[in-house]
């Protein structure tokens, strides 16, 4: 049934080419911005997750919990 509908339907073999295109042209310019990307920002990114926030850092006896 499904295969009949599509069958009938005018055209529809452009959404295919366009859909394609389209995830060539999304997926180009993501590639491009990451490679374009700084590695200071690149590592200043990284280092994120490890960063508590706090200016300066804590020493080793301080266990302040806010």
Do not use: H, W
Not at 3 to 30: E, H, K, M, P, T
Not at 43 to 63: C, H
Request: hydrophobic share 45%.
């Amino acid at each position: 049934m499904i295969q009949n509908v599509l069958r009938d339907i005018g055209g529809i073999g452009l959404y295919g080419v366009v859909s394609v295109c389209l995830f060539f042209v999304v997926f180009s310019v993501a590639l491009i911005r990451a490679c374009l990307l700084k590695r200071n920002f690149l590592n200043s990114m990284g280092a994120l997750p490890l960063d508590d926030g706090q200016p300066g850092s804590p020493t080793k006896g301080d266990s302040r919990n806010e």
